[in-house]
C-alpha cells in the first residue's frame, strides 16, 4: 500500500510516496536518483548497499522505507561537506583502496560508523567490523590502511 514516508536525507527534509514495504535501496536509487549506494546481493551479504539510519550502518537492499520514517539517512552522496570530501572518501583515494570501486561506498558507510563507535579502532577492529563488505578487487590491505588514515585525520587514531 503507497503512503507518505517522511525522513532526513543527507540532512534534508525528504518524503517520497510509495509502498512502505519498498526497500530503501530502490527508493535511494530509482525514485531518489541517489546511484551512490549500490545493489550487490540483495541479501544483506555483500554490505555494497550500506547506508547510515541514525549513525548506524544498515544495509538498504533488507531495509523497508517506512523503517527509516522520522530517521536520518545518510548515503555515500550525503557524506561530504561543502563539497569538500569526507576524511575516509580521501583515505580510500590516497590509499588506493578501491579497485572497480563498486564496493566502495558501502565500505565508506559502514567504516564512518566504525569510526564513530570506535575513534582507535585497532586492525583488527576495522577487519572484524568491515568483515560483512565484501571486495572482490583484493583491496583488503589498503582499506584497512585508509581506515586508519582516516582515523587519525579524523582525530581519534593514533
Same mark, same amino acid.
Given at each position: 500500500?503507497?503512503?507518505?514516508?517522511?525522513?532526513?536525507?543527507?540532512?534534508?527534509?525528504?518524503?517520497?510516496?510509495?509502498?512502505?514495504?519498498?526497500?530503501?535501496?530502490?527508493?535511494?536509487?530509482?525514485?531518489? %536518483?541517489?546511484?551512490?549506494?549500490?545493489?550487490?546481493?540483495?541479501?544483506?551479504?555483500?554490505?555494497?548497499?550500506?547506508?547510515?539510519?541514525? =549513525?548506524?550502518?544498515?544495509?538498504?537492499?533488507?531495509?523497508?522505507?517506512?523503517?527509516?520514517?522520522?530517521?536520518?539517512?545518510?548515503?555515500?552522496?550525503?557524506?561530504?561537506?561543502?563539497?569538500?570530501? /569526507?576524511?575516509?572518501q580521501?583515505?580510500?583515494?590516497?590509499?588506493?583502496?578501491?579497485?572497480?570501486?563498486?564496493?566502495?561506498? %558501502?565500505?565508506?558507510?559502514?567504516?564512518?560508523?566504525?569510526?564513530?563507535? =570506535?575513534? /582507535?579502532?585497532?586492525?583488527?577492529?576495522?577487519?572484524l567490523?568491515?568483515?560483512?563488505?565484501?571486495?572482490?578487487?583484493?583491496? /583488503?590491505?589498503?582499506?584497512?590502511?585508509?581506515?586508519?588514515?582516516?582515523?587519525?585525520?579524523?582525530?581519534? %587514531?593514533?
Amino acid at each position: 500500500m503507497e503512503e507518505k514516508v517522511q525522513f532526513k536525507l543527507n540532512g534534508k527534509e525528504t518524503a517520497v510516496t510509495v509502498d512502505s514495504d519498498r526497500m530503501l535501496l530502490w527508493v535511494l536509487r530509482t525514485d531518489l %536518483g541517489l546511484t551512490g549506494t549500490k545493489y550487490g546481493c540483495g541479501i544483506s551479504q555483500c554490505g555494497a548497499c550500506t547506508v547510515l539510519v541514525n =549513525n548506524e550502518a544498515v544495509r538498504s537492499c533488507m531495509t523497508p522505507v517506512k523503517d527509516v520514517r522520522d530517521k536520518d539517512v545518510v548515503t555515500i552522496e550525503g557524506l561530504d561537506g561543502n563539497g569538500k570530501l /569526507h576524511p575516509l572518501q580521501k583515505a580510500f583515494m590516497e590509499s588506493d583502496a578501491l579497485q572497480c570501486g563498486y564496493c566502495t561506498p %558501502g565500505m565508506i558507510m559502514n567504516a564512518y560508523a566504525l569510526l564513530r563507535k =570506535n575513534p /582507535h579502532p585497532s586492525p583488527a577492529d576495522i577487519v572484524l567490523e568491515m568483515e560483512g563488505n565484501l571486495c572482490r578487487c583484493g583491496a /583488503h590491505k589498503r582499506i584497512i590502511q585508509a581506515i586508519q588514515k582516516a582515523a587519525v585525520e579524523i582525530g581519534g %587514531g593514533s
